[in-house]
């Protein structure tokens, strides 16, 4: 008897990865929300003049919530910011609500990218000269 389920997947076996729809929908709510951060003026002070960067953004299998992960352009210090975009976060998931074609918007969330910081140091290891010896 087989018991593949719809996508060819065992029944009672969880994807490895994200299905197609959360990956869709991830990159979806990441143009958004960057098209936001770009055009729209906040009114919390600890926004106002800010740059951020959406990098990517990641959807539960159930699509009802969101973490996006977000850099400061030209700087580090993102981490600072993370109360602020907590208390925008309603104002900009009603404004998700217009763009999106979902029955339900989910609830975002926000990370700090570190993956620039993280290739940053690595590029700084590698080029130490005992690493750069052992690498030629």
């Known amino acids: 008897m087989n018991t593949a389920g719809p996508a060819g997947k065992l029944a009672g076996h969880a994807a490895s990865g994200p299905t197609q ?4 929908v991830g990159e979806e709510v990441r143009r958004m929300l960057a098209d936001l951060f770009a055009r729209t003026e906040f009114r919390d002070p ?3 003049d800010v740059r951020i960067t959406v990098t990517e953004v990641r959807i539960s299998p159930d699509l009802k919530h969101a973490t ?3 850099a400061r352009l030209g700087r580090s210090d993102v981490e600072t910011l993370l109360p602020a975009l907590k208390r925008v976060a ?4 009603s404004r998700l609500s217009t ?5 339900g918007v989910p609830e975002i969330h926000f990370q700090p990218d ?11 290891l590698l ?3 005992d690493v750069a010896r052992d690498l030629d």
């Open 21 to 24: 729809r959360q990956l869709r």
């Open 46 to 48: 600890e926004l106002v």
């Open 68 to 70: 996006a992960f977000v």
């Open 90 to 93: 309603p104002f900009l998931r």
């Open 99 to 103: 763009g999106l074609r979902l029955r």
């Open 114 to 124: 570190t993956a620039l910081d993280y290739a940053m140091e690595v590029d700084a």
């Open 127 to 129: 080029r130490q000269p």
